[in-house]
């Protein structure tokens, strides 16, 4: 049976080539926008997500963490994908005849030597495999968009450069999410990450506090970051990646002193880490 696996963008998206790496048979849903995703997922939790929450190059995805907040779904996986951009046009298209080029702002700008080597024109749209499709939709003879190999292969279009990336090594960090998951079981010999969201209490020091108990054991954060709710700066919600199962002691004991400074813990996610992680 396949995997209904729900995407934000369309088919050809790095979100679609994630998945397919992922899970072996997929079924991939298509949707607007990353609330949509998750409102999916809500209303029929037999239906998985692989969201990106951040990029080598281009930092987190904003609009993600504010939802995890709201829709609190459970973190099964991280996946990390090399972003190959490739330069695509419409068949029987001649390099030497794009004027301009279409793509969203973070491929536009991780391709912008190769942009400006060219002389061509950058547009911004609202995606990358959106951009493929609508060029295969209403041809153009002097536009090239910034996408996938396999948005060029699903929208029958010519790749005219398979490496047009400025730097090598662009990664995408992906999370696997559902509802209906268990969270990973403990063995002593294996890595795991736990991902937690947490609101501090509004006193002095609070975050001081918070970490000191991770130092104390000797624990290791991977990722921590702030973001605000609810259009306000008086309290910042925090976002953090441990190293570690939360069946250790020295993790559990971690996530105690952190409760005590907190108004509010969810833990989302305890998954293994990703080999990649220690690949480099």
């Known amino acids: 049976m396949k995997t209904k ?10 979100s679609h080539l994630a998945a397919k ?37 281009a930092g987190r995805v904003v609009d ?6 709201k829709y609190k779904p459970k973190i099964i996986k991280e996946h990390f994908l090399k972003i190959e951009h490739c330069l695509i046009s419409n068949q029987n298209v001649d390099i030497s005849n794009i004027k301009y080029v279409k793509s969203h702002a973070h491929a536009i700008s991780q391709c912008q030597k190769k942009i400006y080597s060219k ?28 996408a996938s190999s396999l948005s060029a292969d699903i929208y029958k279009l010519k790749i005219l450069d398979n490496k047009f990336e400025d730097m090598d090594g662009n990664t995408t960090r992906f999370l696997v999410m559902d ?28 975050l001081y506090k918070c970490l000191e108990g991770f130092a104390k054991n000797s624990v290791n954060l991977t990722k921590l970051e702030s973001f605000s709710l609810d259009n306000s700066f008086v309290q910042a919600i925090f976002y953090v990646d441990i190293e570690g ?5 020295k993790i559990s004991d971690s996530l105690n002193d952190l409760k005590k400074q907190t108004e509010k813990l969810d ?14």
């Open 21 to 57: 790496e992922i899970f072996r048979d997929v079924d991939i849903i298509t949707c607007k926008t990353f609330e949509d995703v998750f409102s999916l997922m809500e209303s029929d939790r037999k239906i998985s997500t692989v969201i990106p929450i951040e990029n080598s190059l």
């Open 267 to 280: 833990i989302l996610g305890i998954y293994p880490a990703s080999s990649y992680r220690y690949s480099k």
């Open 179 to 206: 509802y209906e998951s268990n969270f990973t079981s403990y063995e002593t010999n294996k890595n795991y990450i736990t991902t937690c969201i947490f609101k501090l209490k509004s006193i002095p020091g609070a």
């Open 64 to 69: 993600v963490h504010s939802l995890l907040v």
């Open 5 to 14: 696996v729900a995407i934000q963008g369309e088919l050809g998206a790095y």
């Open 245 to 249: 199962h939360i069946n250790d002691k």
């Open 119 to 146: 002389n061509l024109i950058p547009i911004i749209t609202a995606d990358t495999a959106g951009s493929a499709k609508l060029l295969s939709n209403k041809p153009e003879e002097n536009v090239a968009v910034i």
